[in-house]
């Protein structure tokens, strides 16, 4: 199956009159495995990923809070390395 641009932003899937968009086939599988797994499956694998992102990301998470929070970007001459030079 090819997928195509209908110009609203959804890619589709196949030729037949009742085409089907990326998003509505993700959202029928998705629906599908709820129902054959439970949401116990999505509180399983949620659970999971947070646990996952925390062991690759502890440092750095570990220093936003250090920091007060989430980082702010930095100004243009802090990016470039240029500190206010008084």
Do not use: C, H, W
């Not at 089907?20 to 629906?31: D, H, K, P, Q």
């Not at 929070?69 to 206010?84: I, K, S, T, V």
Request: net charge positive.
């Amino acid at each position: 199956m090819k997928s195509k641009g209908s110009g609203d932003g959804e890619r589709q899937i196949g030729k037949a009159s009742s085409e089907l968009t990326v998003a509505e086939a993700g959202r029928r599988g998705g629906r599908a495995t709820l129902k054959s797994q439970g949401i116990d499956f999505y509180k399983r694998i949620g659970k999971k990923g947070g646990q996952r992102t925390k062991e690759l990301y502890y440092d750095l998470f570990s220093q936003f809070g250090k920091r007060g929070g989430r980082p702010r970007r930095p100004a243009l001459n802090e990016f470039m390395g240029e500190q206010d030079r008084d």
